[in-house]
T-cell receptor, first 114, second 114 residues
Framework: AQKITQTQPGMFVQEKEAVTLDCTYDTSDQSYGLFWYKQPSSGEMIFLIYQGSYDEQNATEGRYSLNFQKARKSANLVISASQLGDSAMYFCAMREGGARQLTFGSGTQLTVLP | KAGVTQTPRYLIKTRGQQVTLSCSPISGHRSVSWYQQTPGQGLQFLFEYFSETQRNKGNFPGRFSGRQFSNSRSEMNVSTLELGDSALYLC?????????????FGSGTRLTVV
């Protein structure tokens, strides 16, 4: 079974609007961390936001927020006020328990339209 | 503060050759992980080094190997290259830590095997 599922291969959003990128995960560990990364065409993976499984509040970082629904095992990324520079591939990732590696989803290609 | 540096950025090799990629982590970071990114398989974990020891290894053949030096710099080597080894190879560094420690990625090395 896929540990991280991103069901939206591609998304379009109008500049200045908000967009939600979906991510569901599968783990039996009680302790885990969820990450979102942005990958522009240059290839570098840019860290956006992190949510720990025991964090009671949804994580926020500037225009990025993570809508964490633990019972549903979902960790959707919300980007508010989209900018043209937000056009990139977005990856959801998970680190389980004491594991030291990340498991990535297949990514969502976001295109921001002017 | 300097980020994660990967060299070279681009590489073209012939089938059967071997290749060595280099990763210099953020100063003070002692853990280095390697990931392979291909269009077909997505992002896959290769291995992780901490204090010059391989701590974890992904599901890759023995042709893929790595090492870490006392200054935390890491190299990965791929021997007997195959066409399917063409990929973006990403390195990530992280400090020693518990839940929530972050990973910082480099810009990657794009390897093309012809």
């Amino acid at each position: 079974a896929q540990k991280i599922t991103q069901t939206q291969p591609g998304m379009f959003v109008q500049e200045k609007e908000a967009v939600t990128l979906d991510c569901t995960y599968d783990t039996s560990d009680q302790s885990y961390g969820l990450f979102w990364y942005k990958q522009p065409s240059s290839g570098e993976m840019i860290f956006l936001i992190y949510q720990g499984s025991y964090d009671e509040q949804n994580a926020t970082e500037g225009r990025y927020s993570l809508n964490f629904q633990k019972a549903r095992k979902s960790a959707n990324l919300v980007i508010s006020a989209s900018q043209l520079g937000d056009s990139a591939m977005y990856f959801c990732a998970m680190r389980e328990g004491g594991a030291r590696q990340l498991t990535f989803g297949s990514g969502t290609q976001l295109t921001v339209l002017p | 503060k300097a980020g994660v540096t990967q060299t070279p950025r681009y590489l073209i090799k012939t089938r059967g050759q071997q290749v060595t990629l280099s990763c210099s982590p953020i100063s003070g970071h002692r853990s280095v992980s390697w990931y392979q990114q291909t269009p077909g398989q997505g992002l896959q974990f290769l291995f992780e080094y901490f204090s010059e020891t391989q701590r974890n290894k992904g599901n890759f053949p023995g042709r893929f190997s790595g090492r870490q030096f006392s200054n935390s710099r890491s190299e990965m080597n791929v021997s007997t290259l195959e066409l399917g080894d063409s990929a973006l190879y990403l390195c990530a560094s992280s400090p020693m830590g518990g839940t929530g420690y972050g990973y910082t990625f480099g810009s990657g090395t794009r390897l093309t095997v012809v």
